[in-house]
C-alpha cells in the first residue's frame, strides 16, 4: 500500500475511516485464534484420559490370559483349585473350544490351494480323533450326530483328493505350483522319489491326452510336452526344487499360507493345540535327499522320461502331423521346436535326440508328403489358370513396343511368361522351405531331402506332362490321325504346345536348380518337357492337316483329271519345247494348282500360329509325313481314275517326282512307274529329262515356301540333279492367263504374246543317256 500516495488522495476523514475498520478486523481474528486454541487444549485432555483407561484395561486383560495360560500349562487339580476352578468344568472348556474349532474349520473345505488343502484336511482329522477320545464328556446326541457327519465329509474329501491333486498337478504348468501338488500327494501317504516321479508322469500324461482330445492343435501339445519336460528338469534335477520343499518343510513353523490365516482367526489356546498338530504333520512328510540325484544318473533318467513319455505320445502327434496343409507351416513349427529345445535342454541332453524320440519320422514323412502335394497343386493351378489367359503370341513383324521384345520370337504371350514366372516363383519358395527344413538338421540323414526333391520335381514334371496329352482320361496317340477335326481341336493342342514351350524357355531355368547336380534328371525333365512340347505339335499338326485337307480341293483334283477338258480348266501353263523333226512336245513345270494350293496353305497356316520357325527335327518329320501320306492316297487315287491324256499323265509324273522330292515317301516311286508305264515309250523318252528337270528346279526354288514341310533340302539329290545348262524355273506359282511370265529361264523370251519357247536341240546320244541314267536309279 502506498501510504504517501494516500494520504496525498484522501482527506483526514477518510484515513480515520480506514483506520478504524482495520482495527475491527485485528481484533476479531485475535479472538478466532484464542477460540481455537481453546480448543485444541480440551482435545488433548480428553486424549489422555482416554489412553489412561486403556491402559487400565489392557493390564487386567494380560493378568487374566497370564492366569490362562498358566491354567492350560499346568491343568492339575491343584491348579484348578488354587485358581479357583473346577476341573471338569476346564476339561469341558477344553473340548468345547475344540468342538467349535472344528465346526468352524470343516465348512472351509475344500480350499482352493491343493496344498492347503491337504494340511487342512490332516488337521481336521486329527483334531477328529482328539474328538472321538474325549467326547465322553459330553453325551449329547447333537455332538455325535456332528461328530459323524463330520467324519463322512473328512473321509469323502480324502478320497477325492488325490484324483483332485493329481487334475491340478496334470493341468497347471507353473513350477511352484507343481511342486506343491506333489508335497500335498507327499502328505497323503509316505512317498519316494521315484513315487513323485511317477505321480508327476501320471498326471501330466492324462493331461497332455485329454487336451488333444479336446481339439488342441499340434503347436499347442508339443508346448505341453515342452513344458512338462523342462518342469521334470526343474522339479527333479540336480539343485530340484523338490528336495528344498521336501527339507523346508520339516521346519515345526512352516504351514501354508492360508491355513496360517485360519489358525490366528482361532483362540489363543486352540492355535496352540493346532500348532503341535502342524509339527506331527511335518514330521510325517519323507525327506527326499539331494544325495539321492546324481547328476550322470539323472541324465540317464532323463532320457528315460523322454523315452517313456514319447511312447505314450508319439501315436498322438503322429497323428497331428496330419493337420499340417504347407510346407512353410512344418518349417516355422521345427524352427521354433528347435530353438525351444536348444534353449531348454542343451546342457542335459541333445535337442535332436528328444526331436527323435517325440516324433521319428512322422514329421518328416508329412513334410515329404506336402511338398509333393504342392508341387501337383501348383501344376493344377498353373494349367487351370491358362485356361483364363491371352496365349496367342504378338505377331513376328507386328511393331508392339519402341524396344525389340525379346518374346515375340519365342512364340510365348506376355500373359503366358507372367504365369509362368508366379509358377515357377511359387516352386521356388517351395525349394526355399526344403533349404530351411534341411538346415535345421533335425533329422536322420536331412540332406537326403533334395534328392526326394527332385525326385518329386520329376514326378510333378511327369504328371503335367502325361495330363497335357491326356484327353477324357485317355492318352492321345500321336501317330493316329483323327477323321475330323475343328478349330476348337486346333487351338486346345496349340494352346498345350505353347504353355510347354513356355516352360521349356523360362529364365532362370528353376527346374535343373530344384534338381541340384542331379544332371540325370536333368536331362530327363528336359527330355520330357521337349518329347511332350513335340507331341503337343504333331497332335495339333494332325488336327491342322486334316483340317485344311477337308477345306482343300485335292477330291477336285481327283474329278477333273479324269476328262481332259475339265483338266484344261486349271489353267495350268506348260513349256512348250522343239525336238527337231519330231515336233514339239509340251512339258509342264510346276505343281498342279490343286496340290500347290493345299502346301501354301499348310505353310501359311503355321506361319500364322507364330511357331513355324522353331519346329524342331521330329516334328517337322511327322509333319512331313502326314502330309506326304494325304497326297499320297490322293495321288494314287487320281492316277486309277485319270484320263490316259498325255497331258494330265505328263502333269502327275512332275507332281510325283517333286513330291518324292519333298516327302522321301518310297510310295511315290511306285506312282511313278504306274504313271510311266501309262506314257508312250517315245513320249516319255523324250521328256523324261525335261520333267525331271524342272522338278528340281521347282523344288530348289519353292524351299524359301515350302521348306517348311521338308526335313531337309533336296538340291543335291540326284534323280532332282540339274544340268549345267538349265538353273531355274520359270515361275513359282501356277500362271494364270494374261499375267507376264518371270523370265528366269534362259530358254525363255521375254514376250507376254510369243508363248512358244525354243530350245536348241540336243543330241540323240545325249539323251539316251540321260534316259538310261534315270531309269537305273530305279533300278
Known amino acids: 500500500m502506498n501510504v504517501e500516495r494516500l494520504m496525498i488522495d484522501l482527506d483526514v476523514s477518510q484515513l480515520e475511516k480506514i483506520q478504524e475498520d482495520l482495527t475491527k478486523e485485528t481484533n476479531g481474528k485475535k479472538e478466532e485464534l484464542r477460540q481455537m486454541v481453546g480448543r485444541r487444549y480440551r482435545d488433548v485432555l480428553d486424549a489422555s484420559n482416554t489412553l489412561k483407561l486403556l491402559t487400565d484395561i489392557s493390564n487386567n486383560f494380560c493378568n487374566k490370559l497370564s492366569e490362562t495360560e498358566s491354567f492350560f500349562k499346568s491343568p492339575t487339580s491343584g491348579q484348578c483349585n488354587k485358581l479357583g476352578y473346577d476341573s471338569e468344568k476346564v476339561n469341558k472348556a477344553k473340548f468345547s473350544s475344540k468342538f467349535l474349532s472344528f465346526t468352524s474349520l470343516i465348512p472351509k473345505l475344500p480350499l482352493r490351494d491343493g496344498l492347503s488343502n491337504v494340511y487342512l484336511l490332516l488337521l481336521l482329522e486329527k483334531v477328529y480323533q482328539n474328538l472321538i477320545v474325549e467326547k465322553s464328556l459330553f453325551t449329547s446326541k447333537d455332538v455325535e450326530d456332528i461328530l459323524h457327519e463330520s467324519k463322512k465329509r473328512i473321509t469323502t474329501e480324502r478320497e477325492n483328493m488325490f484324483s483332485k491333486l493329481s487334475e491340478e498337478l496334470g493341468n497347471n504348468q507353473n513350477i511352484k505350483f507343481c511342486c506343491n501338488q506333489l508335497l500335498a500327494i507327499g502328505l497323503l501317504s509316505v512317498t519316494t522319489l521315484d513315487d513323485y516321479k511317477q505321480h508327476y508322469f501320471n498326471s501330466k500324461l492324462l493331461s497332455i491326452k485329454e487336451g488333444a482330445m479336446s481339439g488342441e492343435n499340434i503347436t499347442e501339445i508339443v508346448k505341453k510336452i515342452q513344458i512338462t519336460i523342462n518342469a521334470y528338469l526343474q522339479i527333479f534335477g540336480p539343485d530340484g526344487f523338490i528336495y528344498s520343499l521336501t527339507s523346508e518343510i520339516k521346519n515345526p513353523n512352516w504351514r501354508p499360507k492360508i491355513v496360517s490365516e485360519l489358525m490366528n482367526d482361532q483362540l489363543y489356546s486352540v492355535t496352540q493345540y493346532l500348532d503341535s498338530l502342524i509339527v506331527d504333520i511335518n514330521n510325517s512328510v519323507n525327506v527326499v535327499d539331494y544325495a539321492e540325484c546324481n547328476i550322470n544318473e539323472f541324465k540317464n533318467e532323463f532320457e528315460n522320461f523322454i523315452d517313456k513319455l514319447a511312447v505314450e505320445v508319439k501315436p498322438l502327434l503322429s497323428e497331428r502331423c496330419q493337420s499340417f496343409t504347407d510346407s512353410e507351416g512344418i518349417v516355422e513349427f521345427m524352427q521354433d521346436l528347435v530353438e525351444n529345445l536348444a534353449n531348454d535342454f542343451s546342457k542335459i541332453s541333445s535337442p535332436k535326440y528328444i526331436y527323435f524320440s517325440l516324433f521319428e519320422n512322422s514329421l518328416q514323412n508329412r513334410f515329404y508328403q506336402i511338398i ?27 511393331k508392339w513396343k519402341a524396344k525389340f521384345d525379346e518374346l515375340v520370337t519365342t512364340g510365348v504371350s506376355h500373359d503366358l511368361n507372367e504365369t509362368i514366372e508366379e509358377f515357377f516363383i511359387y516352386i521356388q519358395s517351395i525349394k526355399n522351405n526344403v533349404i530351411k527344413y534341411s538346415n535345421i ?9 533334395y534328392e526326394i526333391f527332385s525326385s518329386y520335381i520329376l514326378e510333378m514334371i511327369q504328371n ?88 482343300s480341293d485335292l477330291v477336285t483334283m481327283i474329278q477333273k483329271s479324269k476328262s481332259p477338258m475339265d483338266w484344261l480348266e486349271s489353267l495350268q501353263k506348260y513349256e512348250t519345247i522343239s525336238i527337231g523333226e519330231s515336233g514339239t512336245i509340251k512339258v509342264p513345270v510346276s505343281l498342279n494348282i490343286y496340290i500347290y494350293n493345299f502346301l501354301s496353305k499348310i505353310t501359311s497356316h503355321l506361319n500364322d500360329k507364330g511357331f513355324g520357325h522353331i519346329l524342331t527335327r521330329g516334328a517337322t518329320t511327322h509333319l512331313n509325313k502326314i502330309v506326304g501320306d494325304i497326297i499320297l492316297s490322293k495321288m494314287e487315287e487320281c492316277i486309277r481314275v485319270c484320263s490316259s491324256s498325255k497331258i494330265i499323265l505328263f502333269q502327275l509324273l512332275l507332281d510325283s517326282k517333286i513330291l518324292f522330292s519333298m516327302f522321301f515317301n518310297e510310295k511315290f516311286l511306285t506312282i511313278i512307274a504306274k504313271l510311266e508305264s501309262k506314257i508312250n515309250h517315245v513320249d516319255l523318252e523324250l521328256s523324261s529329262e525335261y520333267i525331271t528337270k524342272n522338278a528340281s528346279l521347282f523344288i530348289q526354288k519353292t524351299y524359301m515356301l515350302f521348306g517348311l514341310l521338308q526335313i531337309e533340302q533336296t538340291q543335291g539329290k540326284d534323280i532332282m540333279k540339274p544340268s549345267q545348262g538349265q538353273t531355274n524355273i520359270a515361275e513359282l506359282y501356277p500362271r494364270f492367263e494374261d499375267v507376264e511370265f518371270l523370265p528366269s529361264l534362259p530358254r525363255y523370251t521375254k514376250s507376254k504374246r510369243d508363248i512358244t519357247r525354243t530350245r536348241e536341240p540336243e543330241s540323240t546320244d545325249q539323251n539316251i543317256r540321260l534316259v538310261e541314267k534315270f531309269y537305273s536309279f530305279f533300278q
Open 372 to 398: 509333393k502335394d504342392e508341387l501337383f497343386r501348383s501344376s493344377e493351378k498353373f494349367l487351370e489358370k491358362t485356361k483364363d489367359i491371352n496365349l496367342k503370341p504378338q505377331n513376328i513383324f507386328t
Open 441 to 449: 538338421n533335425l533329422d536322420e540323414n536331412s540332406t537326403q531331402i
Open 464 to 551: 503335367f506332362c502325361k495330363t497335357s496329352l491326356t484327353v477324357d482320361d485317355c492318352e492321345v496317340d500321336i501317330n493316329l490321325v483323327p477323321e475330323h477335326s475343328t478349330i476348337a481341336d486346333i487351338d486346345f493342342w496349340l494352346d498345350r504346345f505353347r504353355i510347354l514351350l513356355g516352360i521349356i524357355q523360362h529364365e532362370p531355368p528353376t527346374l535343373s536348380e530344384c534338381m541340384g547336380d542331379d544332371f540325370k534328371k536333368i536331362r530327363e525333365c528336359n527330355n520330357l518337357l521337349m518329347k511332350t512340347a513335340e507331341s503337343c505339335v504333331c497332335v495339333f499338326l494332325n488336327y491342322s492337316i486334316v483340317h485344311i485337307e477337308c477345306e
